[in-house]
């Protein structure tokens, strides 16, 4: 199965085999993978080639070092479409998760200058500021921060948030979600964040900020929202720019 003479580093063979046997289901799952000395004796490899394979797989988020235990095979990755707008509900039931929300706040302030401004609120007016994690599958995977301009939504409470904002906006109040702007940046988990998704602190995470409007232009949210950085793969189709 590894080619010694072939131009392909035997680290990235060994990287290919392992994920062929997760990909076929040989290896599910949450299972643990053979130890290091065993890939050894059966490739007939070093043992740094070993780990240098199991290493990266590792920083891919495909396997998982459980201390003390060993090396486990992860939970397949969310896919987070960069096109298109959906909500997290959504996202969640066209993978087959089940979406839970935690509310940690939930407040009405004007104190927010940079949501005032995607917003186009003027510096008094109020808006809500929503906290919440976002969990599939009762695992947390996305903390998120959400502005709506009270004015639009009177009679939002915390019980809406603790559902799908999406469908408080485009069902309850008639307002359906037509274009957003978004922007995407590479960050690094804070004390927050971190301790809402269970990550160490300083964790890769991606920052993805948010705002979406209604047909008639009116901004309905802005949001800033902290992913997972091992348990997301970004998704999006391209066309040929003409
Ligand atoms: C997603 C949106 C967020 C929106 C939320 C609504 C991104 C980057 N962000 O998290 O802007 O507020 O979905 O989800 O996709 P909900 O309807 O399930 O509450």
């Known amino acids: 199965m590894i080619k010694k003479d072939s131009p392909v580093p035997i680290y990235y063979q060994v990287e290919e085999n392992i994920k062929e046997k997760i990909n076929s289901g040989e290896w599910k799952s949450g299972?643990?993978?053979?130890?290091e000395r065993q890939f050894c004796e059966q490739y007939s490899i070093s043992r740094m080639t070993v780990r240098q394979a199991i290493s990266n797989l590792v920083s891919e988020g495909i396997l998982?070092?459980?201390?003390?235990?060993?090396?486990f095979v992860s939970a397949p990755k969310l896919n987070q479409e960069l096109t298109g707008i959906t909500s997290f509900t959504e996202q969640m039931a066209e993978q087959g998760r089940k979406p839970e929300t935690k509310v940690i706040s939930f407040e009405q302030t004007a104190s927010s200058k940079q949501a005032a401004k995607e917003l186009g609120l003027t510096q008094d007016e109020e808006m809500y500021k929503v906290k919440r994690i976002r969990l599939a599958d009762g695992e947390a995977m996305a903390y998120e921060t959400l502005y709506m301009p009270v004015h639009l939504f009177?009679?939002?409470t915390k019980k809406h948030a603790e559902g799908s904002i999406y469908q408080y906006i485009e069902n309850h109040c008639s307002m359906p979600i037509q274009y957003g702007k978004q922007e995407l940046e590479a960050a690094e988990a804070g004390k927050k964040a971190a301790e809402a998704l269970k990550l160490a602190e300083g964790a890769p995470v991606l920052k993805i900020q948010r705002t979406s409007?209604?047909?008639d232009h009116q901004p309905v949210e802005y949001t800033k929202t902290i992913y997972r950085g091992d348990r997301y793969k970004y998704v999006m189709e391209l066309e040929r720019r003409q």
């Open 213 to 215: 409007f209604s047909a």
């Open 31 to 35: 299972e643990a993978i053979p130890s």
């Open 64 to 71: 998982e070092r459980k201390r003390g235990r060993g090396t």
């Open 154 to 156: 009177p009679d939002m």
